[in-house]
């Protein structure tokens, strides 16, 4: 169980801090619930006590695992050849797998195409979750800011690309 002041990921929003915890009745029922306030796009959002382990909730990485994440962000490669519905199937697997590693894949592979090619619709909306879930993970780890984050992001993308 955690407390009020923990740092947790969700899967799906990112990181986030618990700011509370409350109850809430639903149906004559009556559960617990975090409030978590997510590190970037200022969401909160009641996560249920009980549902915490099926969502996929867990703590946030240290911040010697970050610098891993950002170093394993810098020396992936980038693939370019699935085609466009079994590359989103699969990215939407990784993001859901709530993965830091699997999620930075997404990111790199999504920013590298987008800045080569452009990106549909369906995975512009992609890559705003895999930029959103990584960033807040990387700034609650404490391994740097928001701006100076992106900026290591940026900076290798364009150097992957060759720009």
Same mark, same amino acid.
């Given at each position: #169980?955690?407390?009020?002041?923990?740092?947790?990921?969700?899967? =799906?929003?990112?990181?986030?801090?618990?700011?509370?915890?409350?109850?809430?009745?639903?149906?004559?029922?009556?559960?617990?619930?975090?409030?978590? !306030?997510?590190?970037?796009?200022? =969401?909160?959002?009641?996560?249920?006590? @009980?549902? !915490?382990?099926?969502?996929?909730?867990?703590?946030?990485?240290?911040?010697?695992?970050?610098?891993?994440?950002? %170093?394993?962000?810098?020396? =992936?490669?980038?693939?370019?050849?699935?085609?466009?519905?079994?590359?989103?199937?699969?990215? #939407?697997?990784?993001?859901?797998?709530?993965?830091?590693?699997?999620?930075? %894949?997404?990111?790199?592979?999504? #920013? !590298?195409? @987008?800045?080569?090619?452009?990106?549909?619709?369906? %995975?512009?909306?992609?890559?705003?979750?895999?930029?959103?879930?990584?960033?807040? %993970?990387?700034?609650?780890?404490?391994?740097?800011?928001?701006?100076?984050?992106? #900026?290591?992001?940026? @900076?290798?993308?364009?150097?992957?690309?060759?720009?």
């Amino acid at each position: #169980m955690y407390s009020i002041g923990d740092k947790v990921v969700h899967p =799906m929003h990112g990181a986030g801090t618990i700011k509370d915890v409350k109850k809430i009745v639903l149906g004559g029922v009556e559960r617990e619930y975090y409030v978590v !306030c997510f590190a970037v796009g200022n =969401m909160i959002s009641d996560v249920p006590v @009980d549902g !915490c382990e099926k969502i996929g909730i867990r703590d946030v990485i240290s911040k010697d695992e970050a610098k891993k994440v950002l %170093e394993h962000f810098r020396d =992936m490669e980038v693939g370019d050849d699935i085609n466009w519905n079994k590359r989103q199937r699969e990215n #939407m697997q990784r993001l859901k797998s709530g993965d830091i590693y699997q999620v930075a %894949e997404v990111l790199k592979e999504l #920013m !590298c195409r @987008d800045r080569r090619k452009g990106l549909s619709t369906s %995975e512009r909306k992609t890559l705003g979750s895999a930029r959103q879930i990584v960033l807040s %993970e990387l700034i609650l780890s404490g391994v740097a800011g928001e701006s100076d984050i992106e #900026m290591i992001l940026d @900076d290798t993308v364009l150097a992957a690309v060759g720009q």
